[in-house]
Structures are given as C-alpha cells and as structure tokens.
C-alpha cells in the first residue's frame, strides 16, 4: 500500500509518496484547481493500491479532499497535533512543503485507525449557519457597547442589560437621539440602525436553524434541556455521529471521558481538558439546565452528591451520562434519516 502525504496551502499541493517502510518514491507540487487535482489522480495511478494523507485543516484542504473522495480515492484524516512529533523524528533539517508532505504521509503510516474522509453532508451547513449566527452576535454586542458608551457621553439613560436589542428599547433609544446635533449622536443612530438589521438577521437564521434541527434531529431535541440552538450545534460540531464507532469514542471526542493516569499498580483518572470544547460546552449547558428543573437529572446529581461527590465531580459524572444519551439519540436520528432516504428512492424506482 502506497501512501501519499498532501502539504496544502492556498494556491499549491505538494504531494509525497511513500511505501509501507515511509521510504520516500516520488513528489510533486500542482495548482489548487479543479485541473490540478485532475493531474494529482492521474499522477497517482502509477500506484494500484494507494491512500492519501491529508493533514486535517479542512480550509485547506476540503475541495481536495471532495475530489479526491469523488474519483473513488481511499482519503484519511491526520490530526495536527501528529505533526510536531513527525517533523522533529525527520532527518532532514529544515521545513519546506516537501518535508511536511512526508511528514504527514509517515504519521499515517504510524496511525492504524485514522479517521475515513467523506463528503460534507446536511451537518456542515447546520453548522455554519450556527457559526454565522454567532459571529453576528458578536458583531452586535460590539455595536451595543459602543452605544452604550455614546449614550453616557450624550447624558441619555442608559437601557436596562440585555434589552439594546429589542425594538420598544431602540425606538426609544432613536427618539433620544434625533433632536441630537452632535458628532456622537449621529454615530449613535448609525449604530441603531445597524442593531436593528443584525437583530433581524440573527432571528432569521434562528428559525432557519430551528426548521432544519426540527427535521434532522428530532430525538436529540426530546431531550431534556435541549432546545433547537443547542441542538444545531451538537449536531453541527459532531460531524455525522456514524464516524464514532461507540459513545466511548464520541465521549472522548467531546472531553467528557476522564484520563487514565497510572503509577504502578494504582489506577487512577484525571479531568480530560482537551477534545471538541465547543461540544463539551454544549454538553455542560444541557447538564446545568437539568439540574434547574426536577427530573432523572437533578435526581443522578443528588445520588452522586449523597454518595460523597462533590458538586463540581457530580455534574461531569452527569455530563458524561448526557454525552451517551445524545450518542444513542443521534445515531436514532441518522437511522431515521437514512430510512427515510431509502423509502424515498424505492419509491422513485
């Protein structure tokens, strides 16, 4: 099996092939184009039993690696943090496009169970219309503070917290300001303004998210302080849940699975502080939420805290046990989904 280690960057591929032993073959550097992806295939035909490396930064890499996956390509997953490791065993002094090429394709040839490219399904785009959603709360929220500010200066009451975003408060933010002349005050009515058409843009994408998670993820918002934003981004930041083999791996993916830590004979575990941090945040909201109203939630934190744990071990021993149920919930809905789809092309044939 011949393995081909990818060093991409914004307008060039360098490509490196390696045998079985991480014995350098051959290289080759094309264009990011449609036509140089061409070219990289049938470059590599010479090679009848290959797989490709690809080191995992997706906005590098994801048209490559569509490609690729479309001709029929076998395309695994590298992570980054692989790659320090690699580049410091290479006898070769220095960093170029070529040296990390190789040092791609031989921490593929390290890594038995490196993750399998496929193609971006209805995930992705759940997934960015979440992110987009938040970059323009974070745009907001800069545009309230500046108004704010504005405001003190011009000696204008100042709103209550988290209401500069609703109408009744700007229209009576906008009546403050129009008999104002100054520099500030017309800055001000900018900044209303402005406010006003990211709050639109914000409600939209909230129900488009709400319409997409009410059909993709039905089980998953059944559960207990999940609603539809939640949802969207447990949905959006896993990726397609048939790529975790079992809730073990899904839980280490998303940090809730402890760490081993052995000193001889004695076993012992520590808090994991790595894995999907947006994920673990998700999971965390969810767990806190439980515990606010009465249910199987704030009922398993009382029966850990009775058994001697304290507050803070409780609620990750819950989060652990939310983390299997959104595995179990998600894989539900992808069997309903992939059901669906095959109802549907048996209907059409």
Known sequence: MITIGVDSHKRTHT????????????EKTLATTPA?????????????????????????????????VRAGELVVRVPPKLMAGSRRSV???????????????????????????RLDGVEREVRLLVDHREDLITDRTGHQARLRWF??????PEPAA????????????ERELAARSEMSARISRDLV???????????????????RTESLA????????????????????????????????????NGTAPIPVWSGNIVRHRLNRGGNRQLNAALHRIAITQLRCPGPGRDYVAKRLACGDTKPEAIRA????????????????????????????????
């Open 151 to 156: 405001l003190v200066e011009l000696g204008i």
């Open 36 to 68: 140089g992806h061409l070219e990289l295939v049938r470059w590599s035909r010479r090679w009848h039993e290959r797989r490709w490396a690809l080191e995992d930064c997706r906005h590098l890499t994801r048209r490559l690696e569509a490609d690729l």
């Open 318 to 349: 819950l989060r652990r046990r939310i983390s299997d149920e959104v595995f179990r919930r998600l894989r539900t809905d992808e069997a309903a989904r992939i059901s669906s789809k095959e109802s549907i092309a048996l209907a059409v044939a």
């Open 91 to 117: 006898r070769e002094p220095g960093k170029s496009d070529p040296i990390d090429a190789l040092s791609v394709a031989r921490a593929a040839l390290r890594e038995p169970d490196l993750p399998i490219a």
């Open 193 to 211: 303004a402005r406010i006003r058409e990211l709050t639109s843009a914000i409600n939209a994408l909230e129900r488009e998210i709400r319409t």
């Open 15 to 26: 490509v490196v092939a390696v045998d079985d032993n991480g014995r350098r073959l051959a």
């Open 162 to 173: 988290r209401t500069l975003s609703r109408p009744a408060i700007l229209d009576s933010v």
């Open 218 to 253: 039905p089980a998953l918002l059944a559960l207990a302080g999940c609603g539809p934003l939640m949802a969207a981004k447990l949905l959006g930041e896993t990726g397609g849940i048939e790529r975790f083999h079992s809730r073990a791996a899904f839980a280490a993916h």
